[in-house]
């Protein structure tokens, strides 16, 4: 195992350091493990958490117009109630909050148990479960479909109908909305390694890669002989469009596993637009970097959403956190 | 090798028309293999380029603020003169143009043909050569020291200037002054792989890390056994304080090199900060993930710049391009 990190178990605590000192706007609680940004009075809050490894998922979208707090868990290992529940006291603004889960058993298990603890303190919380991966209808992680790349679309979106002062009711249906627009499809070049394990979390051959894969190196549909960007876009785009019709106006994302570099990342872009453009479908608005990593395992996932008017608006709307950020 | 491509061949044009549909409010000319933004009237451009498998740098630093063209040269292969010359035609605002070029012996001669060319359409062009990397007096492409790091600072502060409207000759100065305070020293785990060649660019142990390593993992120091994140820190930081003091506030960069995840860019950036910290060096600024690549290789470099209060305020101004972007 080949690693930036000083040992295996200091390894998130070293990284939400860095995290702090990189972004003096936003707090991080070291023994809490929670990133915050200040409560927002009479605006709902977003709270979202996961096991960590997917940086720069979810630290990496506290800020105005998205989240308000994120909890890591350890690597690949969901937070525990208490940190979700630390988290959403430290940020409500006593209008509600919304929990963004992705679906994962200990995730949606957790976050659970966090609202019960929640409603005690008369702080009403709505959860959405994110489950947009079309690969697996059950994973080694999950009842039903996995939650991978929309995490970011919905976090941003209902980000920023909460920035805008809607209710927890209209933010709650737009994250549901969100989820319900878009699909996602990913493949592995090769395995991450958790650092406390140090090997790769599963095989490979030299020649091979893993079609459908999860964020945390789950099985996909198959392996196969390493197929060319065009084929692995079409293969993804048919997996996305056959459950769910795409048409008018996209929002696309080419996502980076980790330890994939940009320059493929646009090269596949350039193969996802193409098909999407043969099939009438308008790239509107997109992505192309490392928004939901996996370690350092290489690959990439390509998640599209069917747009509205409202949902670009709010897509478009100014966010500034340290991944995400643009103004009007 | 494992690539998300279709061919060697044309991996570059394609992640080129992956850029143009991913940015469409920058131009993108696939016959010249130039990217730019329209021209600023009465006011300086900046123009860079240099071999492609560094993306972001350079085409991801287009845009108001920053760049105005930038040249992709084929993977790890200077742009021709003519490139050069035709990305300068198209963006001059009639009052000269800066060329940022780091200092590559294919590259820096590239670039000087192509200011004799301009020379007779009468286009002024001052030309700034960075050399931030401390590993290495010569390297096996470069006559003195290799430029790294300091190019991303170069170009968003030179940007600034030109931007706020400053002469070309205060442009030139501020570059070089950004390259005169800053220091770079970068370190790989596992060598980036050409696509046209199709294996690892350099040898490395299953247990060895290269010290000093170059951008197209060139030899730097030594190869020796894989140290600790603060360890690393420590060697890169000492190699870059002994060859400049380091005093007052900083801006800070721990790049990523392409195959390294966030979640370990960021327990580096916490053994940098603490190290600057505890030598009454504050960290002011900072940029933590992926700007100066070297395609699929693992590692870091970190890059140290000496602030002046002028010089926080053009990094400060607003810049709105694919990979760097913030308002006031």
Redesign the interface.
Known sequence: M??????PET??T??????A??HPGLTVDLEQRIVTRPPSPGKVALVSGGG??H??LHA?FVGPGMLHAACPGE?FTSPVPGQVQAATEAVHGGVGVLHVVKNYTGDVLNFALAAELLDDDDIEVATVIVDDDVAVTDSTHTAGRRGTGATVFVEKIAGAAAEAGESLAVVHELAREVNARSRSYGVA??AGTVPAVGRPGFPLG??E?EWGVGIHGEPGRRSGP?A???D?AAEALDAIATDMPLTGEALVM?NGM??????????????V?HWLNARGVT?SR?L?G?YV?S??M???SITVMNLTPRLLDLWDAPV?TPAL???R
């Open positions: 080949k690693k930036l990190i000083n040992t390894l998130l070293d990284a939400l350091d860095g995290f000192a990189a960590s490894g940086e720069p990496g690597v070049l090769s030299d020649d890669m390493l060319p960007a065009r692995i080419v980790g330890a994939t570099p940009l320059i493929e990342l646009y090269a596949m872009f350039a193969e637009a790239v997109s192309v490392n990593t370690l350092d290489a690959g990439c500034e950020r643009w103004g």
